[in-house]
């Protein structure tokens, strides 16, 4: 027996020397990439001519060689994201134990294995092992939205090459070579455009614009933001229209979704509140349990003359009791839980502690199309020259109303409104679908909402196509910057419908459309409708018509130079969700601020924000205003500003880490890859699962199965209920660590060389109540109020100076029972086995009846509600009842823990003793309520 102490203290320090070597190892082998790169600024190629541009590439007229291709290759490498160092998978298993909880559950588990009590042993390092298996599949999430971004590069490239057309792979693509674009195609690397005929491209993954984006040649200033390069088209997005030739001047890594690519992979992830506090709680625990249990040693062998070998087992036992190790099981069941309920309510949870984050949640930066609007264009405000015509209704659902300041207005009645309407059906390539998923339009997402209004009208778009045919057309083409079409009726009479940007049309108008006919034009008049419309945050385009002689069949550019009769103008809008509306509404309440960050244009973000009730909506800041701010700056600034416009990548992730710097927890949404970034920076990243890429996705701990940003609103309740919950958790398991323990420390004082518990019976009463009693809290349903208060602080501790007294209070309260009751049994000579068999039911009954304390940390329990709601903490009650008697009863059991039968009227001693912790709790908290409600 003498030498046991000695062989342990060599076990457990190998142990430990093993344990933080290798977590040391896997902690040296985390890459860190850092957040900027060491390579050269790439050229402003969108500020160049064709002609420099084509010079500095060497790139000549009729394409590469496939000479100069194939040595280009080789100095470039494939157009292709490069992969990055990863961690290999042992390492990155290794490190999931790095956290000193684990530590002492660790040795905790090393301890029992040595006492031979397997079960138990296993029990606690299976805990261990199923937390790290857990930690392990969500570990790599950046290395997955890389891979997903890599995914998003186009595989074949239509490319002139000696003077031919040919088809090649995409990553054989070389800075210098010159593609082909048609509509359909996915960029395949960072292009200038040379030559553009009616090109337009969807960008919005990129850069947030809401509607593909018309091309054309002409270089820019080189401050031009990546929403207003027109003159460049960006690898990973789509031709929606048109045709268009470039010239590759980025491949791989170098292109701006390599850049972006690189943000994901350098941006840190960051920990969450609930793992920094337990990760504190830990460290702190775990100093007071080796400290407790060094003063215990020396006090029994320097005091009480107990020898080393007693009194290191003393030890032993005493490090045992304090340590909760059911509550690492409890933490991840209790989120395990509310993974499940989230995903009842459409938001699917990637990462585990996630879940409890948001319950901490203070700013949601939300991206604008998508997530806040429809992302489907929908005509907002008719204007001709007698009104200003309001309409209903919202994306391509072809149903709503007209009205004028306030009063309805039948379409059909009204000639000038009519004849705008008309033609923008007849001026119009698109066509309008019903599908089981809802409307769906086939084109242009601009030219379907010109549709839907028409229909809304009452019009049928193939019966006016068969009553006014199309002889010819001249397609959009970004240097007019209008469409037109030649009709002719049945009659022979011909006319041309003109759409386009309304200052093309205006330059071309001499006369507007009045009731009685063409009238002046008072441009200064239209220009200020004009303005008032894109205040509004609408998209404007003009409509006019000419009549053309009798039997005209073709048109041309010179038949429009003069002498258009303006209809009007179309306000266009991508309207916000009215689920967003309320969601908003809600965040607020719950004390959530809500900011806009967007791609879009300043006037558009800042409209769309006033009407979805953002705090401030009229204080904008614009990506290029960001640039000159450094982060003191901006740090004081983005707590007052809730609408950001044009902004890039860099930007988004500039604005989630300065909210981070202030000490808010931030929860950033979005769809495109453009956001990744910013989405794992921040502290719960929320993807869209129906529209959201999968770039996004990957980067996100949350995705909304139903793109709803109502969504995010019920997550955060859930959130903020999975914390209480963990809270309760916690408050209910450490009182029986502390009573534990302080009946090991008082049986030492009093010179007991038979202690009231022994290692294997504390063991027990601690798993068997975690997994029943504690279990039950995971399942509390949301308090009165929960979304009425405001977030909680991040950095508070997850025990406060309220629950550390509540812990102690119950601690010492089981302690006196316990002890108290194991003293009576012995006082009526029952035998040791009989008298610990009594102090471990006293034990398991006061954690029974302090259940019901639990379940309301500061609200009266006293109730129907309070010892009846949770039907969960019933049957725990129940199983553990059965798990007692079968403790106490059962000759195997008996065996094992060293327990005896005892007497039916121990029980109702036992019992009447355990519901005193009931009364007495319920009254501190009066008491409390009281101190609160005088104070």
């Known amino acids: 027996m003498s030498d046991m102490p000695l062989t342990l203290l060599w076990i457990l320090a190998a142990l430990a020397v093993g344990v933080g070597t290798v977590l040391w190892l896997a902690r040296r082998h ?187 040649i002409e270089p820019l200033a080189s401050d031009a933001v990546l929403a207003d390069r027109r003159c460049m088209a960006y690898s990973g997005t789509l031709v929606t229209a048109g045709q268009g030739t470039g010239v590759v001047v980025a491949t791989g890594g170098a292109t701006e979704i390599g850049r972006i690519s690189a943000l994901v992979a350098g941006v840190e992830q960051m920990t969450t509140p609930l793992l920094r506090q337990m990760a504190q709680f830990g460290r702190w625990l775990t100093a007071v349990i080796l400290l407790v249990a060094g003063l215990a040693f020396a006090f029994g062998v320097l005091v009480r003359d107990y020898t080393a070998a007693e009194m290191f087992l003393a030890a032993v036992g005493l490090a045992v009791a304090a340590i909760p190790e059911g509550l690492p099981a409890i933490m991840t069941i209790t989120l395990a839980i509310g993974v499940q309920r989230m995903a009842g309510r459409n938001a699917i949870i990637r990462r585990l502690p996630a879940v409890e984050t948001l319950g901490t949640v203070a700013v949601i930066c939300s991206d604008k199309t998508g997530t806040l609007t429809r ?95 199309r002889t010819d057309l001249i397609p959009f083409d970004s240097a007019h910057k209008f469409m037109a079409t030649l009709h002719h009726d049945h009659q022979g009479e011909c006319v041309v419908f003109v759409k386009g940007a309304p200052e093309a049309l205006l330059e071309r108008c001499e006369q507007v459309q009045g009731v009685d006919g063409p009238q002046a034009l008072d441009r200064a008049d239209w220009l200020a409708r004009m303005e008032r419309l894109a205040d509004a945050g609408q998209r404007v385009l003009a409509v006019a018509l000419k009549p053309m002689p009798s039997g005209t069949t073709t048109l041309a550019f010179s038949d429009l130079d003069q002498g258009l009769v303006l209809l009007g103008l179309v306000g266009l809008q991508d309207p916000p969700r009215s689920e967003a509306i309320s969601a908003v509404r809600a965040c607020a309440e719950a004390g959530i601020r809500v900011k806009m960050i967007t791609g879009d244009h300043a006037a558009t973000a800042s409209a769309i924000a006033r009407q979805v009730g953002l705090a401030n909506p009229d ?99 859930e959130g903020r209920t999975v914390y209480d919950n963990l809270k309760k958790a916690i408050v209910f398991i450490l009182p029986t660590n502390g009573g534990e323990a302080l009946v090991v420390l008082g049986a030492l004082v009093m010179g007991f060389h038979q202690f009231p518990l022994t290692p294997v019976q504390i063991l027990w009463v601690n798993m068997i109540t975690a997994v029943t009693l504690a279990l039950a809290l995971a399942f509390e349903p949301p308090e009165p109020g929960v979304m009425a208060r405001a977030p909680r602080d991040a950095r508070a501790p997850v025990l406060d100076r309220r629950h550390l007294w509540r812990i102690g209070y119950v601690s010492l309260i089981l302690m006196i029972g316990t002890f108290g009751l194991f003293l009576w049994s012995l006082a009526r000579e029952a035998s040791i086995e009989e008298a610990r068999t009594v102090a471990v039911n006293t034990l398991v009954m006061f954690e029974i009846f302090y259940l019901f304390n639990a379940r309301y940390i500061d609200a009266p329990v006293l109730s129907a509600r309070g010892l009846l709601g949770n039907r969960y903490a019933l049957l725990a009650v129940a199983v553990l009842l059965l798990f007692q008697l079968a403790f106490t009863y059962l000759g195997p059991l008996q065996q094992l823990f060293g327990t005896a039968p005892i007497a039916a009227g121990d029980w109702l001693v036992i019992a009447l003793v355990g519901s005193t912790v009931l009364f007495l709790v319920e009254l501190e908290k009066t008491l409390v309520r009281r101190r609160r409600a005088g104070g």
């Not at 790095?98 to 588990?109: P, Q, S, T």
């Not at 674009?181 to 614009?209: F, H, M, N, W, Y």
């Not at 264009?377 to 007698?386: F, G, N, S």
């Not at 959201?692 to 709803?708: H, I, R, S, Y």
């Open 30 to 216: 985390r890459e860190r990439t850092p957040t900027t790169t060491d390579a050269p600024a790439a050229p402003d190629w969108h500020a160049f001519d064709a002609d420099e541009i084509l010079t500095r590439l060497d790139a000549p007229a009729a394409g590469l060689s496939g000479a100069s291709a194939a040595r280009r290759l080789a100095e470039h490498g494939p157009n292709r994201l490069p992969e990055g160092k990863q961690r290999g998978p042992w390492a990155r298993f290794l490190a999931q134990f790095h956290d000193v909880l684990i530590y002492v559950l660790l040795v905790a588990g090393v301890v029992t294995a040595l006492l031979q009590h397997w079960l138990d042993a296993g029990v606690i390092l299976g805990v261990v092992l199923v937390n790290a298996i857990i930690g392990f599949v969500q570990e790599g999430k950046a290395e997955d939205a890389l891979r997903a971004i890599r995914d998003m590069l186009s595989q074949h490239a239509l490319v002139w090459r000696d003077g031919r057309l040919v088809t090649v792979e995409a990553s054989d693509l070389v800075p210098g070579d010159l593609v082909q674009l048609q509509s359909g195609d996915k960029i395949p690397a960072d292009l200038r455009l040379l030559k553009v005929k009616g090109l337009q491209i969807e960008e919005a993954a990129l850069t947030g614009e809401s509607v593909p984006v018309e091309k054309d």
């Open 619 to 717: 204080a904008v800041l614009t990506g290029a205003e960001l640039d000159g701010l450094d982060e003191p700056a901006l740090r004081a600034r983005v707590g007052e500003v809730d609408v950001y416009a044009r902004v890039t990548p860099e930007h988004k992730l500039r604005l989630v880490e300065a909210l981070q710097a202030e000490g808010r927890v931030v929860a950033m949404t979005g769809d495109g890859v453009n956001d990744a970034p910013a989405l794992k920076r921040a502290d719960v990243g929320v993807a869209m699962g129906i529209n959201g890429t999968e770039a996004a996705k990957e980067a996100a701990e949350m995705v909304l199965a139903d793109d709803n940003f109502a969504s995010i609103a019920n997550a955060v309740e």
């Open 375 to 469: 992302n489907e264009m929908t005509v907002r405000t008719l204007v001709d020259a007698t009104q200003t015509v309001e309409v209903e209704g919202s994306g391509y659902d072809p149903h709503g109303g007209f009205s004028v300041a306030g009063q309805p207005l039948q379409p059909s009645d009204d000639a000038l409104l009519g004849r705008m309407l008309r033609a923008l059906v007849c001026c119009n390539d698109s066509a309008l679908e019903q599908q089981p998923e809802g409307w769906r339009v086939s084109g242009d997402p601009m030219e379907g909402a010109l549709l839907v209004a028409a229909i809304k009208a009452g019009l049928d778009p193939e019966t006016l196509n068969r009553e006014l045919p």
